[in-house]
């Protein structure tokens, strides 16, 4: 997940339009809850789900139908009458009386499946909170990038003009005028293009939260401070404690290996006898002969019946189906294992780069300060023609870089310790 949120230094946002709404983190989250299409999805596999353990659980009425078959029979050269039409009538039902154990089991692992189907959704639902994150603040990483790119911009401008002053004086040449003028061009291109990749950056959210393309949207402004950002995070085990409490998915995997505890049972029962019920009423005419009325009641009949199926030999069939389901046990139980090995290195890599973050926006901050220091006096130098423009440019875009590498490391550190609150707790909130 991290390594979607990559914060390409010199990125940044361009201005959202006047009549863009503004949505917090939680309006998105919910608005995606209600309308994004690949959760929908999921949600219909619920139901898929509920109609399966339905259809289980109808397996305890017995069954009853209808039927009637209708015949015409010719015979050229029969000596009586040549030609016959019979009809029966007959409604059948059918009951099972014990199967094994197999319909109760079968309702288990389709009620299973109902609740790792709802699983899936709230892990769909989880993932999506997290992809909202990263895009949610890479907007605003590009937000204020793009505040620095139009400051330097304006600098750099504003140095060109100082230097086309100095050249009309005399007292610069034409190349520097023309080295801080190319220095003005770039800053400018470069909010061009930062401008670019904001709207690219709130169309992925749009995706999110699949709005129509008549539609803007651009997320509120969340303030942090420096207490905010170099916060002490909580004990590591205590997060990977509460991620196993918490994971969605986990459980889910829970569920499927009790789901294949439950095929070992429902395979095992094709080893045991099976007991039904069957009953049924019917009638049928034949003519030429009697009347229809007559003929229907003269052979009007009821039957009942109970059957025994005792299995011997099923050339291993059952043998077959309990060994696949006992790998699937073993198979269900090593994917729990490999969750919980996940689990742990994602924490520890969010811790690992949540506080090289931290250290990152410490040195940073004193990097920004030698930086503008740097960057000021050179600019008083070039005011008194002391420094050439190289200096200048060499101050200038120091300047730019340390402004961005503190605003890559706080968005960095921010998004570490809201994905270890995640992990602790399973919800986000950016204030």
């Known amino acids: 997940m991290k390594h979607r949120f990559l914060l390409t230094l010199g990125l940044a946002a361009g201005i959202a339009t006047a009549s863009a709404e503004v949505w917090t983190y939680a309006d998105c989250v919910d608005y995606a809850r209600q309308h994004n299409i690949s959760l929908m999805k999921t949600r219909l596999s619920e139901q898929t789900a509920d109609i399966s353990l339905s259809e289980a659980e109808a397996q305890w009425q017995p069954s009853l139908d209808f039927s009637t078959t209708h015949g015409y029979s010719n015979y050229p050269w029969g000596a009586g009458a040549r030609n016959s039409y019979t009809s029966n009538y007959g409604f059948n039902a059918a009951w099972t009386v014990w199967d094994g154990g197999q319909r109760e089991n079968s309702i288990r692992r389709d009620k299973i499946g109902s609740q790792m189907s709802r699983l899936n959704t709230d892990a769909a639902m989880r993932s999506l909170q997290t992809d909202i994150l990263q895009v949610y603040l890479n907007i605003l990483y590009a937000r204020e990038s793009i505040d620095i790119y139009e400051e330097m911009a304006q600098l750099s401008k504003a140095q060109a003009e100082r230097a086309r002053a100095l050249m009309e004086a005399g ?18 291109y470069a909010l061009v293009n930062a401008r670019g990749t904001f709207n690219t950056r709130c169309l992925e ?40 409490a918490t994971d969605v998915e986990l459980r889910s995997l829970g569920l499927a290996r009790e789901s294949s505890e439950v095929d070992e049972k429902i395979a095992r029962s094709g080893r045991m006898p099976k007991i039904a ?47 696949k389901a006992r790998v699937q046990t ?10 919980r090995i996940n689990l742990a290195q994602q924490v520890e890599n969010w811790y690992i780069d949540t506080r090289t973050a931290q250290s990152r926006y410490n040195a940073a901050t004193e990097q920004l300060e030698a930086a503008s220091a740097t960057d000021t006096l050179t600019n008083e130098k070039f005011e008194l023609g002391y420094v050439d423009p190289i200096e200048l440019m060499t101050a200038h875009n120091a300047l730019t870089e340390a402004r961005h590498t503190l605003l890559q490391a706080k968005y960095m550190a921010i998004l570490g310790m809201k994905m270890i609150q995640y992990y602790r707790t399973a919800e986000i909130t950016l204030n």
């Open 171 to 188: 007292k610069a040449s034409r190349v520097d005028y023309a080295q801080l003028r190319s220095q003005a061009e770039q800053d400018n």
């Open 205 to 244: 959210l749009k995706q999110l939260l699949s709005l129509g393309i008549e539609q803007d949207v651009t997320p509120a402004p969340v303030d942090w401070t420096a207490d905010d950002i170099l916060a002490a995070l909580p004990p590591i085990d205590e997060s990977y404690d509460l991620a196993l």
């Open 277 to 323: 019920l069957s009953a049924g009423v019917g009638t049928g005419y034949v003519a030429p002969g009697n009347s229809f009325g007559t003929s229907m009641k003269q052979n009007f009949g009821e039957q009942v019946g109970l059957s025994l199926s005792v299995p011997i030999l099923d050339n291993k069939k059952t043998s077959a189906a309990v060994g």
């Open 330 to 339: 073993v198979g269900a139980q090593l994917d729990i294992d490999q969750r």
